[in-house]
C-alpha cells in the first residue's frame, strides 16, 4: 500500500518514561508503515525541559496554536524527588497547565468503550465524557484561619479604589473559624460554554451542565445564566443534529447521569469536573483507556492520555523485566489528532486510517489479547483474556490492522 500523505502537519509533544517507551513503538508499529507522517515534533521529556529552561514546552503551545492539532505524551511534573533524580535547575511547572494557559483551553476525557470490560455501573454502555472549567473557583481562592471575636467581609472596589460594597460574611462571635474568598469570570465561564456546545455538536452527543444555583445565587446563578445566552446560538444547530442540552442542579445531574447509558458530554464546574472525573475514570476500569483532549475557544486541539509515565512500569523495564503496559490511551490520542488533522485538510484517506486503528485495537482486546491491567476487568463468554506484554500487545493490533 502506499502511504497515506499528510499536508499540514501535526505538533508531536514527545513526553517522558514508560510513556516515551510506548510512544516510538506506537511510531513505529502502527504509524510510521501506513502514513507518510507530518509532523513537528518538541521533545517534552523532563531532561529536555530542563536544558531549554522550559522554553520547548511553550514553543510547542506556540506551535499547536499555529498548525492547530497536536499530540501529547504523558509526562513528569517535577517534584522535590525529580529534582534530584533528574539534578533540575528549577522544579519546572506541570506542561499540561503551561499548554492549557497558553491555549485558554477546556479538557475532555473520555472513556474507550470495548466490549468485555463492563463499567463497574452496568447501564453505562456509552462513553461519558466529562469537561472540567479549569480556571477560578476554589483552585485560586484566598482563605485563612480567624481569631474569635474577628469580623470577615467581602469588599469590592472599583477601578479607582472606592468602595461600592461591604457584606459581612460572618461575626465570629466567640468562636476561632476559617473564611474563603473565590472568583470566576464571565470572559472564562462563556468560552468554556461556547468549547463545550461545539464539542457536543460535533460528537453529536447531548450535554448536561449543573450548577447549585438554589444555593449559590448569584455565584452559580451567573453561570447558569450564561450558559443560558451562549446557548441561545447553538439552539438551533442542536434541534438539527437531533441532539439535546438541558441545565440542572448538580444534584440532580447525578442522579440523572448514572442512570443512564452514557453516551453524553458532562460539562462540570471546575471542583465539579475535579471530583467527577475521578468518579468516572475509574467507573469505567482502567487508566489505560482514557482519553483526554484539550480544545481551544478558537478550535486548537491537543490529545493525548489522561495518565500519567507510569513509573513503576518504567523502572522495571530500566531492569530489563518484561512490561505489560496499556498503549490504548496514547494510541487514541494519536488517531485523535490524525482524525482531525485529516478532517481540517479534507484527506479522507487518513481519517479512515484513524477508524481502522482504532478498530484494530478495539477487536484486539474484544479478542481476548490484552494488556495486564485490562485482564482482571475483562468478562467475555467464550475468550479467554491473555495478557500480552507492551510491544506484542501493538504487534497484535499491527496484524489486525
Ligand atoms: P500514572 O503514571 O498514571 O500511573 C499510576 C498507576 O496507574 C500505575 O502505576 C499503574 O498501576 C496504573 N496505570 C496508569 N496508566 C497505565 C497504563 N497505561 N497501563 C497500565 N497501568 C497504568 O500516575 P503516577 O504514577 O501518579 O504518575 C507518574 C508520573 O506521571 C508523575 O511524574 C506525574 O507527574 C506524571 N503525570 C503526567 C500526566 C500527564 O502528562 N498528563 C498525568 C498524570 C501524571 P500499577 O503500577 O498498579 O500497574
Ligand atoms: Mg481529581
Redesign the pocket.
Known sequence: MAKIQMKTPIVEMDGDEMTRILWKDIKDILILPYVDLKSEYYDLGLKHRDETGDTVTVESALATKKYGVAVKCATITPNVQRMSEYQLHEMWKSPNGTIRRILDGTVFRAPIVVEGIRSYVPTWTKPIVLARHAYGDVYSAVDEKVEAGSKAFLVVEDKDGKEISRRLVHDFNGTTGVVQGMHNCDASIRSFAHTCFRYALEQKIPMIFATKDTISKVYDGRFKQIFAEVYAEYEAQFEQAGIWYLYTLIDDAVARVVRSEGGLLWACKNYDG??M??MVATAYGSLGMMTSVLVSPDGKYEYEAAHGTVTRHYYKYLKGEETSTNSVATIFAWTGALRKRGELDEIPALVSFADRLEKATVTTIEEGEMTGDLVPLFHREGVTPKKLNSRDFLLAIASRL
Open positions: 475535579d471530583v472525573s475521578d
